[in-house]
């Protein structure tokens, strides 16, 4: 990455333009053209290091519910598991952490006997009995933004 890779990564965590053209309005920040921002993004997202371009909502404020998930899969069933928990679409995140409950995943849906319904249908579907739903209780941190310059 050079420069201006991170000053466009510093611009667009948190000041994404809502314009009818975005990338030309970011070229104008950073002294490039419209082309050579949607290139750099392009190049980006395929080196990975973007992950995605989108909206980030609150999910409470728009009246939904969330929680975090914590499940203890034997490792000859981790494959299936996770493939059967990325069915669900409000499947935000999954890790696979070093601890005997070792996937962990965010769930986000209309309510709470939603959630509950999905997760006993993980565990039918998957056979993992130990699945354990943590709704936070108060959220303390609600941004991160990282300074590549």
Request: charged share 30%; with cysteine.
């Amino acid at each position: 990455m050079d420069d201006i890779d991170r000053k466009l990564l510093n611009e667009i965590q948190s000041d994404f333009p809502i314009t009818q053209r975005p990338y030309k309005d970011l070229g104008a920040r950073l002294s490039c053209s419209e082309e050579d921002i949607f290139k750099r993004i392009k190049r980006l997202k395929k080196e990975g290091i973007i992950r995605r371009i989108g909206g980030n909502f609150d999910s409470q404020r728009l009246g939904f519910t969330a929680t975090l998930c914590a499940a203890k899969v034997p490792d000859d069933k981790i494959e299936e598991f996770v493939r059967v928990v990325n069915k669900y679409p409000g499947v935000t995140h999954n890790y696979l952490r070093d601890h005997h409950y070792n996937i962990w995943f965010t769930f986000v849906a209309p309510n709470m006997k939603a959630i509950n319904r999905y997760i006993e249908e993980i565990i039918k579907y998957t056979g993992v009995r130990e699945v354990l739903n943590l709704p936070a209780v108060k959220t303390f941190k609600i941004l991160v933004n990282f300074d590549f310059v």
